[in-house]
Structure formats: C-alpha cells, structure tokens
T-cell receptor, first 114, second 113 residues
C-alpha cells in the first residue's frame, strides 16, 4: 500500500482565496483524521471521521474550515476564505477501527497564506 | 487547553548516551499512550506505545515508562544515534474515543556525533 496520500504538498495562496486540501487514506482503514501542526500547539486535531461520517469536529477553528468525506477513499479540508494565520502544515491520517491502534500519517500539505 | 504537554522544546545528546524525552498529561481518563517520530518534510511515524495497565514497554533501543499517579510518561533511547535526530511527539487517547489521538507540542532531539 502507498500509505496515506495528500495533495498538494505545498500550497501558496493569497488571503481571501479558497484552499482545498486532499487526502486518500490507506485502503481498509475506518478512521480518517485531519491535524494541523503549528509551533505553538503542536499537532492539533481538527476533525475525524469514522466510516465516512464526521464524529468530532470540535477542533475546527472557525466556520471558515470545513471537511468532507464523500467516500472511503477520499477526504477534503477546505478553508474559505483563507487568512495568513491559517499558514501551517496540515496532516491527514488514517487508522483501523481496532482498539488502541496507531494512526498512519501522510506527508502533509504546507500551506502558506500571504 | 493543552491536555498533553511536552515542556522541553528541544534536547541535545551525545551519540551513544541516553536520550530521555518527557511528557505530562492532565486528563486522568487517558488510557493509551504513544510516541511518534517526525523527520523534516515527512509525516509523523509511530514509534512505541503503552497501555495504562502497564508501567513499562520496551522495543529495542526504545523504552516508554508510564507513571499514572504523576500523569507522566517518558521515552528513553539507549544508545542514542545520529539517525534518531527528529521531533518526537507524545500522544494519548481515552477509552470512549480509542482512536482519537491527542498530541503534545513535540520535542526536537538532536543527537551529536
């Protein structure tokens, strides 16, 4: 398996523009997570899905952020409108449903909003 | 509110010596703990884990210790190697949400040759 695949790897956009980050989880995994890495907060959980259904979105910072998982092999994280403080590395991760199992991470998308 | 805390942003160790990375947590319901390693421009990768029913778990050069009363865990790397230089994240989950991992802020380990 190729692992969790994220695209794009890098994204530079202007403030106010819409940004869409994409993720393909590992086949057969039941859970999908979106994390944001910043110096101040480390790896911050934004939202996670179980069997394509959002379970907990309490980490989504504002209404400007939204995430979808239309099927088991694809998820998007959208920021509209983007702001400079959204600049960070965004990671997608997936895991099996088994109790206490580790999550596998993608390589991340480095987002820069200018 | 940061439920998982890594108070040392960085640590420098000589090759061959022991590296000790620390992690504190506030949520007493956490019952599973993990350490991840992250190289630049890569995603975090799982390193080692421990359940709250244990106080120690060992895997080769890596050992994780858990002190539930102090809400503290640590990762020991012996002997440290230059290839261990990376950011180490501590993570925790609780039984009602076993797959929801809460991460700390990370510690940058530099192993000097």
């Amino acid at each position: 398996d190729a692992g969790v695949i994220q695209s794009p790897r890098h994204e530079v956009t202007e403030m106010g523009q819409e940004v869409t980050l994409r993720c393909k989880p590992i086949s057969g995994h039941d859970y999908l997570f979106w994390y944001r890495q910043t110096m101040m907060r480390g790896l911050e959980l934004l939202i996670y899905f179980n069997n394509n259904v959002p379970i907990d979105d309490s980490g989504m910072p504002e209404d400007r952020f939204s995430a979808k998982m239309p099927n088991a092999s694809f998820s998007t994280l959208k920021i509209q409108p983007s702001e400079p403080r959204d600049s960070a590395v965004y990671f997608c991760a997936s895991s099996f449903k088994e109790w206490n199992t580790e999550a596998f991470f993608g390589q991340g998308t480095r987002l820069t909003v200018v | 509110d940061q439920q998982v805390k890594q108070n040392s942003p960085s640590l420098s160790v000589q090759e061959g010596r022991i590296s000790i990375l620390n992690c504190d947590y506030t949520n007493s319901m956490f019952d599973y703990f993990l350490w991840y390693k992250k190289y630049p421009a890569e995603g975090p990768t799982f390193l080692i884990s421990i359940s709250s029913i244990k106080d120690k778990n060992e895997d080769g050069r890596f050992t994780v210790f858990l002190n539930k009363s102090a809400k503290h865990l640590s990762l020991h790397i012996v002997p440290s190697q230059p290839g261990d230089s990376a950011v180490y994240f501590c993570a925790a989950s609780e039984g009602i949400h076993p797959n929801k991992l809460i991460f700390g802020t990370g510690t940058l380990l530099a192993v000097q040759p």
